[in-house]
């Protein structure tokens, strides 16, 4: 899946929100959180619509790392990039591949 056809970008913000459920007390159960972490490349001369490589590669691999789980085996992956063809392309490489 190719998705480097982007064209621009929007600043925003966002509140995002997960809500969580001991499994034992839910009716239902959609999906199962295994693990969630971030990061942020800081203030660099490239600007925030240029992702780092190496940072970005470097906090997959501890995720996959500290959860125990081999990438093959997500089903899904909630992500975010600036909407640049070049953030889109680093996020292929690291997430999509």
Known sequence: MCICAADGYA?????CVIFLQ?????????A????AKT???GFKEEGIAFPSQVLQACLMEKL?????INPTSVDFIE???TG????LLI??????V
């Open 11 to 15: 600043r925003s913000e966002a509140v």
């Open 22 to 30: 001991k499994a034992r007390d839910a009716k239902r159960v959609y």
């Open 32 to 35: 199962k959180l295994v693990h």
């Open 39 to 41: 990061n942020n490349d």
């Open 64 to 68: 996959y790392e500290e959860c125990c």
């Open 79 to 81: 992500a975010h990039a």
């Open 84 to 87: 640049t063809k070049v953030s």
């Open 91 to 96: 996020l292929e490489r690291y997430i999509m």
